[in-house]
């Protein structure tokens, strides 16, 4: 099996102030080469640190190693230095490279009305790479490294994840690193994804599973809450795709209620393709927009998305949904019977033949005993009187609640339109 090792450099990674994405892309992009990662390690700017990462992973036998960050310009910038050190490697000019990169800052400066020579002489230290090594053509101005490092090989990318991933496959194809990927078995996997049932219950199926009969040891299953959805990656080799059946058939049977994708499609793709069509309306309160911000996030909604209205008093309420003011005043906004009227109000106001409606207390005040923060009413309905009516406790703080209020809503619709039974 082929292991790699992710080093991501960059002391503003380390105190948090950006959230990496790098380690897990890569990583991603490794599996689907059937290459196993066994560390994601993240260091600050400094060489020792950087240099003590590639040695451990070392010590650890991993045989392909990928580095992100630390190829710009300036004096931190120094991965290339520090790797060519670790693989026992001399510094020295790329001429090529260095008239691709003054290509580039040439127009940069041009365009900026800089002094290219100081440019230049900034970015010279850019067109260094170790004797031996393979240079990958920039994307910004900073190349990435193929560099062979005894047993194992070190890929070396740029940090923005803009130049990163279009760098990769051209990583992938030089000589070194066909020759490690030349030997790893690629893994094949599916993605299930599921609404309204905790892990533990995942958990329990899994071992019921195993408890039949079915060595699921033989496959890599990973679950994850995820936005509010269980999420289940499986992944396998050739030889035990007789036990991802058997695992993706046993979680089906025991989850068919929760269970809404068998291929890992997302809830707003499926929610798109059930709008075509049709035209939708929607009426918000605690949830602010959230909902019509996820359907309008795919391209396309325009063909199905006729509007939606964040109505937060009562005021609004009754002037733009027509929700009754006695019903407010006797049922309160946060009420099912409020719901009901402001999904009625919004399939009227534009013209609708499908409206969603959601009121809720976000918290983290104005709860009550018979109606605590996180209590949220919906409502999804279609022109014709079918609807769907849900008043759940959702836990969290006021951003979980809102979120998940936003993918009820979204569920409600998945439901009303394609069939099923709700899981709340």
């Given at each position: ?98 008239r691709k990169i ?18 230049m002489e900034a ?284 993918l009820v809503g ?15």
């Amino acid at each position: 099996m082929i292991r790699a090792g992710i080093v991501v450099t960059g002391t503003e990674v380390l105190t948090g102030r950006i959230a990496d994405s790098n380690g897990p892309w890569v990583s991603e992009q490794l599996a689907e080469q059937g290459v196993e990662v066994a560390h994601i390690l993240v260091v600050a700017d400094r060489p020792d640190d950087l240099e003590a990462a590639l040695r451990f992973l070392a010590a650890e036998g991993m045989d392909l190693i990928v580095t992100t960050g630390g190829l710009g310009p300036t004096a931190d910038d120094l991965t290339a230095e520090v790797v060519a050190r670790f693989a026992g490697r001399e510094m020295v000019l790329h001429e090529d490279m260095e008239r691709k990169i003054a290509a580039v800052l040439r127009g940069f400066a041009e365009r900026g009305g800089f002094d290219l020579e100081a440019v230049m002489e900034a970015n010279r230290k850019q067109a260094m790479v170790p004797a031996g090594a393979t240079p990958l053509d920039p994307v910004g101005t900073a190349p990435g490294l193929v560099v062979p490092a005894g047993e194992r090989v070190v890929i070396v990318l740029p940090g923005p994840p803009r130049e990163l991933q279009p760098m990769w496959p051209a990583a992938l194809a030089t000589q070194p690193a066909r020759a490690v990927l030349a030997r790893a078995t690629p893994l094949r996997g599916y993605t299930l994804r599921m609404f309204g049932v905790p892990e533990s219950e995942i958990a329990k199926s899994l071992r019921e599973i195993e408890g039949d009969g079915t060595a699921i040891d033989a496959v890599e299953i990973t679950t994850c809450l995820r936005r509010g959805e269980i999420e289940i990656d499986v992944r396998y080799r050739d030889e035990a795709e007789a036990v991802a059946g058997a695992v993706r058939e046993g979680l089906k049977a025991r989850h068919a209620r929760h269970l809404f994708s068998l291929d890992g499609e997302t809830i707003d793709s499926q929610v798109a393709k059930l709008l075509k069509g049709r035209r939708l309306g929607l009426a918000e309160s605690c949830s602010g927009g959230l909902l019509a911000a996820r359907i309008t996030n795919l391209p396309g909604a325009s063909e199905y998305m006729r509007g939606g209205i964040v109505a937060y008093t009562y005021e609004a309420k009754e002037e733009l949904l027509e929700v009754d003011s006695r019903l407010l005043k006797e049922k309160g906004a946060v009420s099912p019977e409020v719901a009901e009227a402001m999904a009625i109000g919004a399939l009227k106001r534009f013209d609708a033949d499908v409206a969603v409606s959601i009121t809720g207390v976000a918290g983290p005040a104005g709860g009550t005993e018979e109606k605590p923060v996180g209590y949220v009413c919906f409502n999804a309905r279609v022109a014709d009187g079918t609807s769907i009516a849900r008043d759940p406790v959702i836990p969290g703080g006021r951003d979980d609640i809102r979120e998940r209020s936003a993918l009820v809503g979204m569920h409600l619709l998945r439901i009303l339109l394609g069939g099923g039974e709700a899981p709340l």
